[in-house]
Every structure is written in structure tokens, then in C-alpha cells.
């Protein structure tokens, strides 16, 4: 009799011992993969977007005065729709305090038939019609091999912050997304507001047409897709905005000063979590008294790396070791002033430090 218990007993042990080891190699080369794939239905749970961590080996200053081999001359430069606001505060500025050194915008629509934009900008650069570009985006690695062939290389130095902020109509009970639940509208997966919470309303998603920096980012970095068949487009973020205020379901997206201000759109938080919404305005949110008061940038959540969509604004250096090397150079170096932050903070985007 016990050695009959024995025997089974060894026998219960030998199943056990087998559904584990079975139990394990399932896990392993079923199991396993089965389960990465459901995490991978989530987003990376990690800001989008941030300034390169690398050594400029730029001077540090106060004043533009401050700054030592300003090249003398007039020279035209170009680039991203985004960066209106900085050149619209920052040129009158380097005007005064240093007359010899004069910059001229060159609108490519003009001349080389190009719509304004990041890509723009460098394509200039690269036919040898700017001195240096302003982009909203990195370099793309063609543009680096096409400078490569042409005898020399693009260097792109981070001078500030932006940030893609979401606008809806004002009159959607929505206030915030997640960064899955923004992929979804503009990769077509959500296609109603009710699937997020607001009201039984028809999502219309709208972009800018064409490639700019801006659009580039988003669908690159943010989307990690193309844009879906139901995406609207806009020639201009003016008309994008003007869309998004007539259409009770619109949702548009845009660098944060095109957007923060505006009294015809609502800003949302967004948020790699629904129970972390950062709002990239300073709250609460202005609405029913806006104007005279507008939404100013939440500033500090920029800085502190809590807003999930940020990207770098880079001045585009064409080094060849001549004068247009000097002077993109010279440009960056203004910017990365106390003086240039200040400026570029106040034209609505964030400095690289407080």
C-alpha cells in the first residue's frame, strides 16, 4: 500500500513538474509575445519632443553687445512659419544695438516658388540663397547627405522650446486628451467625440497642408503614423483656427503662441495619462473673457518637462568655414544671450533654461 502511495505521488510530482516546465516554454514563446503586444498598444509613457543634452561651446553672455565677431553686411535668412513671432521681436532689437550687422527675411514664395516652412528654409540653405534657416524640426538625414555632397555640412544648434498644443471649438465639453486618445482622432481610430466622454458630435480633424516643420514633428514624432483619411487640411494656421471656430466638432493642432492666445479656439490639457492633464495655458482658462484677458503659456510646465509635446527651434548653420558659417553662428549666439531668452520668451515660446 505505501509503496503504491509512493508511486503516485511520484507521479503527481512528475505532472506538476511538467505543466511548469510546459506552463513556461507557452510563456515564453507564446505567452510572452502575447503580452507585448498588448503593452505596445500604449504609448511610450514618456514626454515627446526635448532639447538635445549636447555641448554647444557657445559664449555665454548678457547683451547682444556683448557677443564678439559679428559679421558686417546684409544677409538674407529663411526658414519656419513658427518662428514669426521671434523674428518679428528679435530683429528690431539686433537693428539697435548692432546696426552692421542687418538680416533679411527671404519669403521663398517669392523666388523659388516654395511655400514659407522649416524644409523650405533648408532647401534654401542648401541651394546656396540663404547665410543660414530657422526650423521648427531636425535635420532629416537626406538633407545631411545632400549638404554632405555639396562640400559641407548642416549643423543644427537648439536656441529655444515649443511646444504642439490642441485646439478645439470652444463650445465642446471636452477640456483634455491623452496623447493616445489625439493619435486615435488623427490616425482615424476615433472618429466621435462620445468615444472620449463629450457630446455625440462628429470628430473633424484638420491639419496645415504641406510639409512643414510643424506637421513633420507631429506626424513623425507624435503620431508615429500618417495622417488618417478623415484629416481636414488648412492652407494657413490662421485658417485652421477659423475652421476649428465654425466647426462645432474641430480639433486642430499648431505650435503653442498661434494657439495660447486665441480667443476663437479652446486650448486643452493634454496628458500621457488621463489623470495627468497639463494645461499649457496658465490656469484657469480664460473663456468667457477672452478678450479683453487672453490665456498667457504655462511656462513653468515647459520648463519642468510635465508638458508631454515639446520640440526643440534650431538655427540651421551651414559650415563651409565662410562667412555664411560665421554668420549663422553669430545669429545663434545672439540668441543664446540673456537677451535673446528674454526675447524669445516673450515672443510666447520658452528659453532653453529659467
Not at 54 to 69: E, H
Not at 202 to 222: H, L, M, Q
Amino acid at each position: 500500500m505505501s509503496q503504491k502511495k509512493d508511486t503516485t505521488v511520484t507521479i503527481i510530482a512528475l505532472l506538476v513538474t511538467g505543466g511548469i516546465a510546459f506552463g513556461g516554454y507557452w510563456w515564453l514563446t507564446k505567452g510572452a509575445n502575447s503580452f507585448s503586444k498588448v503593452v505596445n498598444t500604449s504609448s511610450d509613457k514618456t514626454p515627446i519632443g526635448s532639447v538635445p543634452s549636447q555641448s554647444l561651446d557657445l559664449p555665454k553672455a548678457d547683451k547682444f553687445t556683448d557677443i564678439s565677431s559679428i559679421p558686417k553686411g546684409s544677409f538674407r535668412y529663411g526658414g519656419s512659419t513658427t518662428w514669426a513671432p521671434i523674428r518679428a521681436i528679435v530683429y528690431s532689437e539686433i537693428e539697435k544695438a548692432l546696426p552692421d550687422f542687418q538680416l533679411q527675411y527671404n519669403d521663398p514664395s517669392s523666388n523659388s516658388g516654395l511655400t514659407p516652412s522649416s524644409g523650405a528654409g533648408i532647401r534654401m540653405l542648401l541651394n546656396n540663397e540663404l547665410a543660414f534657416s530657422q526650423s521648427s524640426r531636425a535635420l532629416k538625414d537626406t538633407e545631411k547627405q545632400e549638404a554632405q555632397q555639396k562640400g559641407f555640412s548642416l549643423q543644427e544648434i537648439p536656441v529655444g522650446t515649443d511646444g504642439i498644443v490642441v485646439a478645439v471649438n470652444p463650445k465642446l465639453k471636452v477640456t483634455g486628451l491623452t496623447i493616445d486618445q489625439l493619435k486615435g482622432i488623427y490616425t482615424g481610430q476615433i472618429t466621435n467625440w462620445k468615444q472620449i466622454d463629450g457630446s455625440d458630435l462628429k470628430i473633424t480633424p484638420y491639419s496645415r497642408a504641406g510639409e512643414g516643420g510643424t506637421v513633420d514633428f507631429f506626424v513623425k514624432e507624435v503620431l508615429k503614423a500618417e495622417l488618417g483619411a478623415n484629416v481636414q487640411f488648412a492652407v494657413t494656421t490662421t485658417d485652421g483656427l477659423r475652421k476649428v471656430a465654425k466647426d462645432s466638432g474641430g480639433i486642430y493642432y499648431a505650435s503653442a503662441p498661434e494657439i495660447i492666445g486665441q480667443c476663437i479656439v479652446k486650448p486643452l490639457a493634454l496628458g500621457l495619462t488621463p489623470d495627468k492633464l497639463i494645461t499649457p495655458y496658465q490656469p484657469p482658462l480664460k473663456s468667457s473673457n477672452c478678450p479683453p484677458y487672453r490665456n498667457q503659456l504655462n511656462t513653468e510646465v515647459f520648463h519642468n518637462g510635465q508638458y508631454p509635446i515639446t520640440r526643440p527651434l534650431f538655427v540651421i548653420v551651414k559650415k563651409n568655414g565662410g562667412t555664411e558659417e560665421q554668420v549663422g553662428k553669430a545669429y545663434a549666439n545672439l540668441l543664446l544671450t540673456k537677451q535673446g531668452q528674454d526675447l524669445i520668451e516673450k515672443a510666447g515660446f520658452v528659453g532653453l533654461s529659467k
